[in-house]
Every structure is written in C-alpha cells, then in structure tokens.
C-alpha cells in the first residue's frame, strides 16, 4: 500500500487493544518495520502497528515511522482500556497530553499533542451509534496522558466492569469503528474550554452539531494553566482559526482566555444532518480515568 491515512497502534499489554487486533482482519506488510514489527494494511487508508510495550509510555514512537508519513502528519489512533476510580462504563475518545505539570499517566508535563479533531469526532460518533446496543454512554474526555509525540493522536477505549477483561461486543465496536473512520471536511475545529474531565455538553455539541473539538480544557486545569501550553492548545487543535467553545460563559472570563481566539458561537455551527445517538452521562461528577 501506498501511504495510509492513519495508523492504528496496538497495545500488547492493553487488552482493549489485543481484543482489538483479534477482530481486525489485518492483511499483508506495507513493507514498513517499526522496531522490528511490520506495519500491516487494513485497507487502503488504515494500516496497523503492533507495539510490545504499553501505549502511554511510547514516547515519541512517530521518530520511528518514515519520513513521508511525518511530513504528512498521519495521525495514530490508539485502542485502549478505559480505567477510572469508579470504574463506570464508558466508551470515549480523548486528545493527549498533559496541561498540567504532572505526568504520571505518560507524556511529558506541560505539552500537548496535535489532535486530530476531524477523525476523533468520527470514532465519538460511531460509538456513540452502537452504544445504545451496549447499554454504555459514549462521551469525549479531556486532554489528558501521554504518549509525547509530533503527530496528531488520540484514544478510543472502552471501560467498566473488569476493565482487565472487556466485553467482546464493546472491543468488537471499538474494532469496527477503527477501521472505518472517516473525517467529515465540513466539521467546524473548535478548542473546548472548562467543564469537567468527561465533556457530556461538548460531547452533545459534537453528536447534534457540525462541530469537532481538538484539546479540551477541563475546568480545573485553568486558573494554573501556563501561557504557553494554552497557546499550544490552540493552536494543536487543528484549526485555531475557529474559535473556543465554552462549557460556561464565565470560562471566557479567565484571564488565561486571553491566549485564545474569538468565542465561537454554538448556534453558528450547522445541525448534522444524521443525527448520531445522543450520550446520557453523569461524567462530569466522575473522577478522571484514562
């Protein structure tokens, strides 16, 4: 195959992700090896990397793929567990990286990844269309864990119960949805800023509304949140030129907004024509996972 659209990497220790690659029918080498694993087509836009060691801790596994595929900005997707203190049953999506100066959960502190927002709301949509089948809400996270890389990313999990052992029908979604994600052009690139760790305003925007969030910025990261990593923000959303959606009107009112652009108004963002199955969730009372 020719250069992919995106990469899908698998996770050998992540059961979501081992789940994940029993169900992909994954075909021939590209021809790319990656320390010492071939790069695997799925199809003519998605090949495949199996990674031995854990996800969160790959940092900067982008240096490792060919030029051509840095230079053209491919975005890795990675299939993940979810986990949280509550251990509530989620399917989400989430952009990387570390607003705060903490890094326990992988990344570096203080830096963000590029996100993808285009191809992120699509894996939130898809889910958020066979959730009701599972009986588990769909929603975006915040920003938040590592890897540290240059190219865009994001993860797509799936938590509750024991998370060690996931269900096969929600792994069977997360492959399904992987393997045929699809950016809608027409979508609206907007920075989301405050509410909680899970984003269920956001994550209602997205599903009703023509509108792909790239970092969100939960409420409690704002008041220390330095100048630069608000600005990567921004600008690592994918396209800045958009605006910032706020979860409240007071949000805007930080002196930290000062690093942003213009608000961006919900109601300028045209309905979806196909109205994806709303997410119900009490997130934003829960604590954050990962």
């Not at 969160?56 to 053209?72: A, G, K, M, T």
């Amino acid at each position: 195959m020719g250069r992919p659209e995106f990469l899908v990497v698998l996770a050998e220790p992540d059961p979501v992700a081992r789940a994940v690659g029993d169900r992909l029918a994954v075909g021939e080498s590209t021809g790319v090896v990656v320390a010492g694993a071939p790069v695997r087509s799925l199809s003519r836009e998605v090949a495949v990397l199996r990674r031995a060691g854990l996800h969160i801790h790959d940092e900067r596994l982008d240096e490792l793929l060919p030029r051509e595929w840095r230079e053209s900005q491919i975005p890795l997707v990675f299939p993940s567990v979810h986990r949280s203190e509550r251990g509530d049953p989620a399917l989400t999506v989430h952009p990387l990286g570390n607003p705060g100066t903490s890094a326990e959960v992988g990344g570096r502190p203080a830096s963000l990844v590029p996100s993808p927002a285009r191809l992120m709301v699509d894996g939130l949509r898809r889910l958020a269309e066979g959730a009701g089948t599972l009986g588990i809400p769909a929603t975006y996270e915040a920003t938040h864990h590592g890897p540290f890389l240059e190219l865009p990313a994001f993860f797509i999990e799936v938590g509750g119960g024991d998370p060690d052992r996931p269900t096969q029908s929600a792994t069977n979604l997360i492959a399904d949805v992987v393997a045929s994600l699809r950016p809608d052009p027409s979508d609206t690139v907007v920075l989301g800023v405050g509410g909680g760790h899970y984003a269920p305003h956001f994550t209602d925007l997205a599903l009703r509304r023509s509108l792909a969030f790239g970092h969100i910025l939960p409420r409690h990261v704002l008041d220390d949140l330095a100048p630069g990593v608000a600005r990567d923000a921004w600008m690592l959303s994918g396209t800045p030129a958009a605006g910032v959606v706020y979860a409240r009107a007071a949000d805007a009112q930080r002196p930290v907004a000062s690093q942003w652009g213009r608000r961006f108004r919900e109601a300028d963002a045209p309905k979806r024509n196909r109205l994806a199955i709303p997410s119900e969730t009490d997130a934003g009372a829960r604590s954050a996972g990962t």
